[in-house]
C-alpha cells in the first residue's frame, strides 16, 4: 500500500515539475535524449527512498542530477570534444521562433564546453535562478566555489562566444590555467 502511494505522490509531483527538472536536465547533459535518461536515473535513486523525504524533494531531485551528471562528465572526458560550436554572436529576434531555437541551442553547445563544475554552477545559478548559497547547498560546495565558479564559467562563455576569437581552439599553457 505505501509504495502504491509514494509512486502517486511521485507522479502527482512529476506533474507539477517535471518539464522543469527536464530542463535542467537537458542543460546539463546537452541533449533531450540525455536529459530524458538523467532525469530517470535521479528520479530511480530518489523512488527508492521516497518515504525519508521530507517535505519538498525538487532539491531532493536536482542535487541527485547535478551529481549523476557530475559522474557521468568524469566517465566521458571526450564528450566535450566531440561537439562542435555552432556559429557565435548569433541574436534572435523576438518574433522568430526559428532563431531563438539555434540560439538556445548556441547556448547548449556553449555550455557543453564549460568544466563540470562551471556548467554545473551556471546552469544552477542562471537557469534555475538558485542565490549562491542555495547553490551552494545543491551543489555541495562553497559559496566561495560558486562565485569562483560563476565567474569563470561566464568568462569563458563570453570567449566562446567572440565571434572569430579562436577560443575554442586555443590550448592552456600553463598549469594554473588549465585548472580555471
Not at 548559497?133 to 569562483?148: D, H, P, Q, R
Request: overall charge positive.
Amino acid at each position: 500500500m505505501e509504495d502504491s502511494r509514494a509512486v502517486a505522490d511521485l507522479e502527482s509531483f512529476l506533474a507539477e515539475r517535471g518539464d522543469y527538472l527536464l530542463r535542467s536536465a537537458v542543460l546539463l547533459t546537452g541533449s533531450r535524449e540525455g536529459g530524458e535518461d538523467l532525469l530517470q536515473a535521479a528520479l530511480e535513486r530518489v523512488l527508492r527512498r521516497w518515504r525519508a523525504i521530507e517535505g519538498n524533494p525538487e532539491g531532493y531531485i536536482r542535487r541527485t542530477m547535478y551529481h549523476l551528471a557530475a559522474d557521468g562528465w568524469r566517465q566521458k572526458r571526450t564528450f566535450q570534444r566531440q561537439l562542435s560550436l555552432l556559429r557565435s554572436g548569433v541574436s534572435a529576434p523576438a518574433d522568430d521562433p526559428i532563431a531563438e531555437v539555434d540560439l538556445r541551442d548556441s547556448l547548449v553547445r556553449l555550455l557543453i564546453q564549460l568544466p563540470r563544475r562551471q556548467r554545473a554552477v551556471i546552469v544552477a545559478r542562471y537557469f534555475e535562478q538558485l542565490t549562491e548559497a542555495e547553490s551552494a547547498e545543491v551543489l555541495g560546495c562553497s559559496v566561495g566555489t560558486v562565485k569562483s565558479a560563476a565567474a569563470r564559467g561566464l568568462r569563458r562563455l563570453r570567449e566562446l562566444s567572440e565571434p572569430g576569437s579562436g577560443a575554442v581552439a586555443a590550448k592552456p599553457t600553463s598549469p594554473r590555467e588549465r585548472t580555471r
